[in-house]
Nanobody
Framework: VQLQASGGGLAQPGDSLRLSCTASGLTSDYYAIGWFRQAPGKKRQGVSIIRRSDDHTYYLESVKGRFTIAKDNANDTLYLQMNNLKPEDTAVYYC??????????????????WGQGTLVTVSA
């Protein structure tokens, strides 16, 4: 599985961005897939994860109501729509897949496939 994230950039507070993650070779061979982020000097945190079997989703508390995860199964693409961005959303965002169901959705540990990060900077 190869994951490639894109869509990051510079945004002002209140703006929107949509991140995309293309997942080559993923098809149905995963348990969950989602987005993580890591800000400078901070630990990696799960932002939003979706489970393949039933589309159950997890959102970090601070992004609830602002971010939406979605997957396009036909095109093996995962999205993260980010609205009302805040400076504290500034981070490198990564997409990751958990193929066997052992991944920690809060920390990302045991997620076994990672894309390169895409930087999101929210600043006035």
């Amino acid at each position: 599985v190869q994951l490639q994230a894109s869509g990051g950039g510079l945004a002002q507070p209140g703006d929107s961005l949509r991140l995309s993650c293309t997942a080559s070779g993923l098809t149905s061979d995963y348990y969950a897939i989602g987005w993580f982020r890591q800000a400078p000097g901070k630990k990696r945190q799960g932002v939003s994860i979706i489970r393949r079997s039933d589309d159950h989703t997890y959102y970090l508390e601070s992004v609830k109501g602002r971010f939406t995860i979605a997957k396009d199964n036909a095109n093996d693409t995962l999205y993260l729509q980010m609205n009302n961005l805040k400076p504290e959303d500034t981070a490198v965002y990564y997409c990751a897949a958990d193929r066997i169901g052992m991944g920690n959705w809060v920390t990302g540990s045991q997620f076994d496939s990672w894309g390169q990060g895409t930087l999101v900077t929210v600043s006035a």
